[in-house]
């Protein structure tokens, strides 16, 4: 099969190399469609996720659909043909966060594009086939590609404890902003305030109602007019400052759900802030148990993935792809690889 190999910071190569073959559980996925996330960007440029470096080559890509082109031993429930999108979170089940349900914790987790367990920027991906849901036919394999974002999203919003009519402010429109944006709006939220500095990326939450500004200061000045600061507010885009500008947002008693992965790791931040407003800030760990909602969600409209801004290369251009990623050019939130 083809597959694009990382070989070294910035070093992206597509190659030949042997198909998976799927084990007890597993099935043999043909990919579709995958869509590059931020800490693919992250591996990519650093040459490390968190500290832990790759072994040799590793192929990138976690968020991922496509087609069942062949069944492990013990698979039941999937065809061959199968269209089906996918967790990527491959938990054990057996540790003390599984047994507690918190699955997205879990201490044995296999992450596909963390080292060193490829991803799916490749024509095939072995997969357990409890990870998979199957994809209607409506739902495109790009949206089918976008559910992980939007579980992440959909996590965040039931983490925040957003209640109807509450509004909300919301730091950074990429992927990860447009889908909690997305599931505010689902969630009956009142206003929905968006801070976005990319001129392209204010364009389609604007479309979907949304309040938006070029950075927090100028939420904040809206806030400060009226008194009426949200809430709820997420931090959405990891940008260096973000965190510490997302607490000042909130009203008293509100939540700051911490959804980027900030960058740097070490941030700096005023404790004045969410202590005499007594805040929650709540960090946010991928998602748990979404699946099969977004799924749902976006066969039956409820979420706008399908419109999603996005951008399609075929899998010989995943180096350009990744590169227009790193961009962020016009009103892309995800550039997608097509194999």
């Known amino acids: 099969m083809r597959a694009a190999f990382m070989f070294a910071p910035d070093e992206m190569r597509v190659i030949e190399t042997d198909a998976p073959t799927p084990g007890p559980g597993q099935v043999l996925l043909a990919v579709r469609a995958v869509a590059i996330c931020a800490s693919d960007i992250h591996i990519f440029h650093d040459g490390h996720s968190s500290g832990v470096y790759p072994s040799g080559p590793l192929i990138l890509g976690h968020e991922f659909s496509g087609d069942v082109a062949q069944l492990g031993p013990e698979v039941s429930g999937f065809a061959v043909g199968d269209r089906v999108a996918c967790e990527p979170s491959w938990h054990c089940g057996h540790c003390d966060m599984c047994r507690q349900g918190l699955t997205n914790l879990c201490r044995n987790v296999i992450f596909p594009s963390f080292p060193d367990t490829n991803g799916a920027m490749a024509e095939y991906i072995a997969v357990p086939a409890s990870s998979l849901c199957k994809l209607p036919d409506n739902v495109s394999y790009k949206a089918g590609a976008l559910v992980e974002p939007l579980g992440v999203g959909l996590h965040a919003v039931r983490l925040s404890g957003l209640a109807e009519g509450d509004d909300v402010a919301i730091l950074?429109?990429?992927?990860?902003?447009?889908?909690?944006?997305?599931?505010?709006?689902?969630?009956?939220?009142?206003?929905?305030?968006?801070?976005?500095?990319?001129?392209?990326?204010?364009?389609?939450?604007?479309?979907?109602?949304?309040?938006?500004?070029?950075?927090?200061?100028?939420?904040?000045?809206?806030?400060?007019?009226?008194?009426?600061?949200?809430?709820?507010?997420?931090?959405?885009?990891?940008?260096?400052?973000?965190?510490?500008?997302?607490?000042?947002?909130?009203?008293?008693?509100?939540?700051?759900?911490?959804?980027?992965?900030?960058?740097?790791?070490?941030?700096?931040?005023?404790?004045?802030?969410?202590?005499?407003?007594?805040?929650?800030?709540?960090?946010?760990?991928?998602?748990?148990?979404?699946?099969?909602?977004?799924?749902?969600?976006?066969?039956?409209?409820?979420?706008?993935?399908?419109?999603?801004?996005?951008?399609?290369?075929?899998?010989?251009?995943?180096?350009?792809?990744?590169?227009?990623?790193?961009?962020?050019?016009?009103?892309?939130?995800?550039?997608?690889?097509?194999?």
């Open 172 to 339: 950074g429109a990429g992927a990860i902003g447009v889908a909690v944006l997305d599931m505010c709006k689902l969630f009956g939220a009142g206003t929905i305030y968006v801070a976005e500095p990319l001129p392209g990326r204010q364009t389609f939450p604007a479309e979907l109602g949304a309040e938006v500004r070029n950075s927090a200061a100028e939420l904040q000045e809206i806030f400060e007019a009226d008194n009426s600061q949200p809430r709820v507010a997420f931090e959405a885009s990891g940008g260096p400052t973000a965190f510490a500008e997302t607490m000042p947002l909130v009203r008293p008693a509100g939540t700051a759900v911490i959804v980027g992965i900030p960058e740097p790791n070490e941030q700096v931040f005023s404790a004045r802030v969410p202590r005499r407003k007594e805040l929650i800030v709540q960090f946010c760990r991928r998602s748990r148990n979404t699946l099969e909602d977004c799924v749902a969600m976006v066969a039956e409209g409820k979420v706008h993935a399908e419109e999603y801004p996005v951008r399609e290369f075929p899998l010989e251009e995943a180096p350009q792809a990744m590169q227009a990623a790193m961009d962020k050019a016009g009103d892309m939130i995800r550039a997608i690889v097509t194999p």
